[in-house]
C-alpha cells in the first residue's frame, strides 16, 4: 500500500508479507486530511482491525508509463485500467509507478522507506496466506517456483538500484519502526497493531517447512534481497 504523507514528508511502499498492513494501519492514524492514504485492499471486505482506517485522496488521473525502448508495453495494460478507474495509487505499488505518479519533485524531496524479511521465513508466510484459497492442494515444493519466478527486490528499486533512504527489518519491526519516527520529529509514535496474523499453523519454523530444494531455490531466486540486506537462511 502506498501512503504519501505531505504532512510529515516520507513516503511508504507497501511489500508483501512484511507485516505492511500494521504499519500502514499505524501511519493512517498520523497522516493528515490532504495526505494519501490507499485503500487496504481492492476488495470491499473489511477485515478485523481495519474499521477504522481512512482511505484518502488516492484517486486521480494520471498518464501511464511509456513503452520499453524495443516496443514492449511494461504494465501499460493493467496501467490503462487504472487510469480509467482513476485509481492513482493503490495498495500495492512499485517504487517506479509511485515515483511517476507522484512527480519526480515531491519523490526526491521526501523520505522513502519500505520494510524487509527474510526471503526463506517471507516465502512460507506467503505460501500459508495462500493456500486459504488453493483450487487444489499444492505441496510448498511445487508452489513455490510458481509463485516465485524471480526476485522481488525490484519493487524498491528504480533502474537497477535500491531507491529506499530506509529499508525496515521484519524481524525487528517494532523497535526499526519507533527509531525511524523519532527521527522523522514524530514524537507520539503510533502503536503497530497485528493485522493478518496467525494464518501460519502453530508458528511453524520457516527452516522446519523448507526442503533442500525450497532452501536452494530461495537461495538463487532470491540472491539479489540476500544480498543487499544480508540474509541467512
Excluded at 525496515?168 to 519502526?177: A, G, I, K, Q
Aim: net charge positive.
Amino acid at each position: 500500500m502506498t501512503i504519501i504523507s505531505h504532512k510529515h514528508r516520507f513516503i511508504f511502499i507497501k511489500t508483501a508479507k512484511t507485516a505492511g498492513t500494521s504499519v500502514q494501519l499505524a501511519l493512517e492514524t498520523i497522516c493528515g486530511p490532504d495526505d494519501i492514504c490507499a485503500p487496504v485492499t481492492q476488495k470491499k471486505t473489511v477485515r478485523p482491525g481495519e474499521e477504522g482506517y481512512v482511505a484518502r485522496n488516492y484517486q486521480g488521473w494520471f498518464i501511464p508509463r511509456p513503452l520499453r525502448p524495443e516496443g514492449l508495453p511494461s504494465r501499460f495494460s493493467s496501467e490503462l485500467k487504472e487510469l480509467l478507474r482513476r485509481q492513482r495509487y493503490k495498495s500495492h505499488l512499485p517504487a517506479t509507478d509511485v515515483r511517476w505518479r507522484l512527480g519526480r519533485r515531491l519523490w526526491d524531496a521526501y523520505f522513502k522507506f519500505s520494510i524487509e524479511r527474510n526471503p526463506w521465513d517471507k516465502a512460507v508466510s506467503d505460501y500459508f496466506w495462500r493456500k486459504r484459497h488453493f483450487k487444489r492442494e499444492m505441496s510448498f515444493d511445487e508452489w513455490l517456483p510458481i509463485a516465485y519466478p524471480k526476485s522481488r527486490i525490484s519493487f524498491l528499486t528504480i533502474d537497477g538500484k535500491l531507491a529506499m533512504d530506509r529499508v525496515l527489518r521484519y524481524e525487528n519491526l517494532s523497535e526499526d519502526f519507533s527509531a525511524m519516527m523519532r527521527d522523522l520529529g514524530i514524537e507520539n509514535v503510533p502503536v503497530l497493531p497485528r493485522a493478518k496474523a496467525g494464518v501460519r499453523p502453530d508458528r511453524a519454523h520457516y527452516r522446519d517447512v523448507h526442503t533442500a530444494f525450497t532452501r536452494d531455490y530461495v537461495a538463487r531466486v532470491c540472491a539479489p534481497e540476500i544480498e543487499a540486506f544480508d540474509y541467512e537462511f
